[in-house]
């Protein structure tokens, strides 16, 4: 579903991302894990072009993202993805935000826009808060539409990058939720996340980032319970 090759990344004279290698399979729950300034944000973001590779390249589904001439729109539109903070329109319901993009972008009717909207509202626990502004929402309720937005699009890979951090701690669990929701249907997601109890649960693979190189991937009962870095063990002894 994605290959990432040989992948560096550097803003001036700081390389952020060294040589990084990740496949990730169809249906596959990947959660990268790391301190702050590893390069999980900025792989992620380079998986849809947000951020624009030094070196190496991407395949989505077997085409090249990186390529020349490559339509970097319509690949995106198979990559949905969920930042930190939630992005949504303050003018727009909960309904009119998941509907935009989908009339912008993918030229759907009003009619068809409103369907797939409720359709996504309801699979993340929201059909009732349809019509409330951002502003009238918690912001765990403002992540679950800023989720439902990017379902909406149809995506066939879901990107979150660290989507709990911005949120109280009794928030979390309501998008977690969905997120598991979203592993046990099936849909193929890269997970960047500090939720330990998450990745032990929901991964199919963890991988360890640190100084923008993959320390350490495998089974999360294996990174967790015998990690094989010592990189690694001091970070899970910090947040353990």
């Given amino acids: 579903m994605i290959s990432i090759q040989h992948l560096s990344k550097s803003f001036g004279e700081t390389q952020v991302l060294r040589d990084v290698n990740i496949d990730v399979s169809k249906g596959e729950v990947v959660v990268?894990?790391?301190?702050?300034?590893?390069?999980?944000?900025?792989?992620l973001r380079c998986i849809n072009l947000?951020?624009?590779p030094t070196g190496g390249r991407i395949f989505i589904e077997g085409e090249e993202i990186t390529a020349p001439g490559?339509?970097?729109?319509?690949?995106?539109?198979?990559?949905?993805?969920?930042?930190?903070?939630?992005?949504?329109?303050?003018?727009?319901?909960a309904k009119g935000n998941v509907m935009l993009a989908q009339q912008r972008v993918?030229?759907?009717?009003?009619?068809?826009?409103?369907?797939?909207?409720?359709?996504?509202?309801?699979?993340?626990?929201?059909?009732d808060r349809a019509d409330f502004r951002p502003a009238q929402l918690s912001g765990g309720q403002q992540q679950r539409v800023a989720i439902a937005r990017a379902l909406a699009m149809d995506p066939h890979v879901m990107l979150f990058d660290e989507a709990t951090s911005a949120l109280d701690p009794e928030l979390v669990r309501g998008v977690l939720?969905?997120?598991?929701?979203?592993?046990?249907?099936g849909?193929?997601?890269v997970v960047v996340?500090?939720?330990?109890?998450?990745?032990?649960?929901?991964?199919?693979?963890?991988?360890?980032?640190?100084?923008?190189v993959i320390?350490?991937?495998?089974?999360?009962?294996?990174?967790?319970?015998?990690?094989?870095?010592?990189?690694?063990?001091?970070?899970?002894?910090?947040i353990s």
């Fill in 32 to 43: 990268v894990l790391g301190p702050s300034g590893s390069g999980k944000s900025t792989m």
């Fill in 50 to 52: 947000l951020e624009t």
């Fill in 70 to 93: 490559t339509d970097v729109n319509k690949l995106r539109e198979r990559v949905g993805m969920v930042f930190q903070q939630f992005n949504l329109f303050p003018h727009l319901t």
């Fill in 106 to 127: 993918l030229k759907r009717s009003a009619d068809e826009a409103e369907r797939v909207a409720m359709e996504q509202l309801e699979r993340v626990g929201l059909a």
């Fill in 177 to 185: 939720d969905v997120m598991r929701g979203l592993a046990d249907a």
């Fill in 187 to 189: 849909m193929t997601m």
């Fill in 193 to 212: 996340t500090h939720e330990m109890g998450f990745a032990r649960e929901v991964a199919d693979r963890v991988i360890f980032m640190a100084d923008g």
């Fill in 215 to 238: 320390v350490e991937e495998g089974a999360p009962a294996q990174v967790f319970d015998n990690p094989q870095s010592a990189r690694t063990r001091d970070f899970l002894g910090h």
